[in-house]
């Protein structure tokens, strides 16, 4: 079992940054893919950012490729989320996801944290 915790998010204007974390509990990450999903109101969870469980190989969603990074801690129980140039379009909540192999199906995911609300301002 893996519990994830995220953090970090919060209300920023648009052109700004915020960095998202993803903290495990109880184990270390090494042995799963994760995965950034988020969450607009009124709208379906969808992929943002996913990488395979040795944390080589990243993908990101088309609408934030160039603006996000996917990392991992070097203590390799965490995983962080970092977004800039942000815009409105971007408001949603933010949850992280592991899973066993890398995938842009939020199906494929086993473990879910609770999610972190980010917040763009016009």
């Known amino acids: 079992q893996v519990q994830l915790v995220e953090s970090g998010g919060g209300l920023v204007q648009a052109g700004g940054s915020l960095r998202l974390s993803c903290a495990a509990s109880?184990?270390?990450?090494?042995?799963?893919?994760m995965g950034w999903f988020r969450q607009a109101p009124g709208k379906e969870r969808e992929f943002v950012a996913g990488d395979e469980p040795s944390g080589v190989s990243t993908n990101y969603a088309d609408s934030v490729k160039g603006r996000f990074t996917m990392s991992r801690g070097n203590a390799k129980s965490t995983v962080y989320l970092q977004m800039n140039s942000l815009k409105p379009e971007d408001t949603a909540a933010y949850y992280c996801?592991?899973?066993?192999?890398?995938?842009?199906?939020?199906?494929?995911?086993?473990?879910w944290g609770q999610g972190t609300q980010v917040t763009v301002s016009s």
């Open positions: 109880g184990r270390t990450l090494s042995r799963y893919a």
């Open positions: 996801a592991a899973a066993f192999y890398g995938s842009t199906s939020r199906d494929r995911y086993n473990y």
